[in-house]
T-cell receptor, first 114, second 117 residues
Framework: DGGITQSPKYLFRKEGQNVTLSCEQN?????MYWYRQDPGQGLRLIYY???????QKGDIAEGYSVSREKKESFPLTVTSAQKNPTAFYLC?????????????FGDGTRLSIL | AQSVTQLGSHVSVSEGALVLLRCNYS??????LFWYVQYPNQGLQLLLK??????LVKGINGFEAEFKKSETSFHLTKPSAHMSDAAEYFC???????????????FGTGTQLKVEL
């Protein structure tokens, strides 16, 4: 079955540490997204990528970095510059170039500070 | 700029009662609208989408939503709530494609639905 796989499901970060969240999709989608979810705030866009080797900042990119070396992979690194990283992180993808296409989501990674 | 407002962060209904979750949007162009459902510690699952073909949209699990341009609303309803409907629901809007493909969704802050016996 096609879908989006996020790993790990739970992740703990120590002070001053960078951590990387994995997102892999086998839907052959060109566009991929990273969202941060905090209680009562909905989903906020961190970064997105429309094609391999290209990505754009979203609304809350500070303290995060991404890469898009392969079409199916879009890892997110939470750097030590992100002072409040505790949140639920969701990866999504969408295919085609039409605005009415729904984004497909992975099951998320919950990041906590040790 | 597009935006979404979901009135009521928490809604509680009895099993078998009508479910009504409110969503109002703001968009400078005709929007495309989506409702997603999220169960605890899971990703978002698409319930239904409005793409201008019909104002009343039917989705999965017995949910439907009606697009009302005059009210800039896209409320989600279900005639009879079931215990399994307890989850968080998000309304999202997309009003233009990104240059080069894909779209950019703006999400509401979500409504937590509780279903009581």
């Amino acid at each position: 079955d096609g879908g989006i796989t996020q790993s790990p499901k739970y992740l703990f970060r120590k002070e001053g540490q960078n951590v990387t969240l994995s997102c892999e999709q086998n839907l052959n989608h060109d566009a991929m997204y990273w969202y941060r979810q905090d209680p009562g705030q909905g989903l906020r866009l961190i970064y997105y990528s429309q094609i391999v080797n290209d990505f754009q900042k979203g609304d809350i990119a500070e303290g995060y970095s991404v890469s898009r070396e392969k079409k199916e992979s879009f890892p997110l690194t939470v750097t030590s510059a992100q002072k409040n990283p505790t949140a639920f992180y969701l990866c999504a993808s969408v295919g085609g170039d039409r605005v009415n296409q729904p984004q497909h989501f992975g099951d998320g990674t919950r990041l906590s500070i040790l | 700029a597009q935006s979404v407002t979901q009135l009521g962060s928490h809604v509680s209904v009895s099993e078998g009662a009508l479910v009504l979750l409110r969503c109002n949007y703001s968009s400078s162009v005709p929007p495309y609208l989506f409702w997603y459902v999220q169960y605890p510690n899971q990703g978002l699952q698409l319930l239904l989408k409005y793409t201008s073909a019909a104002t009343l949209v039917k989705g999965i699990n017995g949910f439907e939503a009606e697009f009302k341009k005059s009210e800039t609303s896209f409320h989600l309803t279900k005639p009879s709530a079931h215990m399994s409907d307890a989850a968080e629901y998000f309304c999202a809007v997309s009003d233009r494609p990104l240059t080069g493909g894909g779209n950019k969704l703006t999400f509401g802050t979500g409504t937590q639905l509780k279903v009581e016996l």
